[in-house]
């Protein structure tokens, strides 16, 4: 979803050139009518949309990818914790904390950083555990926290 919003100028931070529309407009044009809506308006019995009404709709506007983003991060994130791939969820989180850069909320980004860190350094993934250092150390400049 990330590369997604990037493809389509949706993320934070980024504006919508006209190619830009014409992709988003391709895809959901390309994605046709929802075969598996239960009725008229696209929603399912949940309430929520189906998958591809969701897909559509967060590729509606810059806020309404927004809110989709992180809604699914939230989700995976959840998922791969509650299954034990710790690992995958800090890509996750890293994923995230690129998201909220980009928004100008480092103080979120530093959050799921830290996590990503801790687990680098407990495997031993130095190369790695130095990347998120440095990215770390560009969240808390961007918050004037020198500590």
Known sequence: LQELGVLCGLMPGSETKSTQLHTVISLVYGMGNDPHSHDASGDDLSGQGTPMTRLKDSLSSPQAFKKHFLD???VAISTYKHIGRIRSARL???????????????????????????????????????????TLATCYKATADSE
Request: charged letters at 20%; a negative charge.
């Open 72 to 74: 699914i991060s939230e």
């Open 92 to 134: 996750t989180g890293r994923d995230l904390a690129t998201f909220y850069m980009s928004q100008g909320e480092p103080q979120k980004a530093a959050t799921f950083l830290t996590d990503q860190l801790t687990v680098f350094l407990d495997e031993k993934w130095m190369l790695l555990a130095a990347n998120t250092q440095l």
